[in-house]
C-alpha cells in the first residue's frame, strides 16, 4: 500500500524522475513552454514553481538592499548567492545548456540558471505565486495515445483565468394559491 506517499512515481526510479524533471524545467524555461504528457506537467509544475521562488528571492533580496550602504549590499549579495546555489542543486549540472533565441538558430552565452535568475525571478517579483499554466490539449499523443498539456510561463502582469462559478438556478415562482369554488345559498 502506498498510504502517505505523495506525488507519481511516473514508472521511473528515483534518480530518473530527478533527471526527468531537472530536463523539463530546464526546457521550460528555456522556452517557456512545452509539450508534454498531463501527469509530467502536472508533477513539473511544484518543481519548477520552486525554482522561480529562490530567484524571485535573490531579486527582492538584491532590490531591497541597494542604494542602503556597502555593508547592506553585500550581505545581499551572499544572500542571492546562497539562493543561486540552492536553485544550482535542484537543477543539476548546467554546463552545456545555452539558451537559444526564439528561432532555435544560434545559442547565447546564457545558461539556463542565468535566465531565471536574470530575467525569470524579476519578472514574478510582485506575484505571490502561480508562476505556471498548465492547459490540456483534446487530443492524444501519436503511438500510446497518452493525454498532452502545454506548460508554460506567465507573463509579466498577466493573473490566472479564475474559473468562473456556474450561475445560480433562477428562484421558481410561487404556485398560484387555489381558488375557492364560488359559494350558493
Same mark, same amino acid.
Given at each position: ?25 530546464? %526546457? ?5 513552454? $512545452? ?25 527582492? !533580496? !538584491? ?14 549579495? $551572499?544572500?542571492?548567492?546562497? +539562493?543561486? =546555489? ?12 545555452? !539558451? ?11 545558461? !539556463? ?10 519578472? +514574478?517579483?510582485? =506575484?505571490?505565486?502561480? +508562476?505556471? =499554466? $498548465?492547459?490540456?490539449?483534446? +487530443?492524444?499523443?501519436?503511438?500510446? %495515445? ?24 433562477? %428562484? ?14
Amino acid at each position: 500500500m502506498r498510504h502517505g506517499k505523495r506525488g507519481r512515481h511516473l514508472n521511473r526510479k528515483p534518480s530518473h524522475r530527478r533527471s526527468l524533471f531537472r530536463n523539463l524545467a530546464r %526546457a521550460l524555461f528555456t522556452h517557456e513552454s $512545452i509539450v508534454t504528457t498531463t501527469p509530467k506537467a502536472k508533477e513539473l509544475r511544484p518543481f519548477a514553481e520552486k525554482l522561480i521562488t529562490l530567484a524571485k528571492k535573490a531579486a527582492l !533580496v !538584491v532590490a531591497e538592499a541597494s542604494g542602503k550602504g556597502e555593508a547592506e549590499e553585500k550581505k545581499a549579495r $551572499i544572500a542571492a548567492l546562497h +539562493y543561486r =546555489r540552492q536553485a544550482m542543486a535542484l537543477l543539476g549540472p548546467t554546463h552545456g545548456t545555452g !539558451v537559444w533565441d526564439k528561432n532555435d538558430e544560434n545559442p547565447t552565452n546564457d545558461t !539556463v540558471l542565468k535566465k531565471l535568475f536574470r530575467e525569470i525571478g524579476p519578472r +514574478y517579483a510582485a =506575484r505571490p505565486g502561480g +508562476y505556471t =499554466r $498548465i492547459m490540456k490539449q483534446h +487530443y492524444r499523443r501519436l503511438g500510446d %495515445a497518452g493525454e498532452t498539456s502545454i506548460i508554460e510561463l506567465l507573463k509579466a502582469n498577466e493573473a490566472k483565468a479564475a474559473k468562473q462559478p456556474a450561475p445560480a438556478a433562477p %428562484a421558481l415562482a410561487p404556485a398560484p394559491a387555489p381558488e375557492a369554488a364560488p359559494a350558493t345559498t
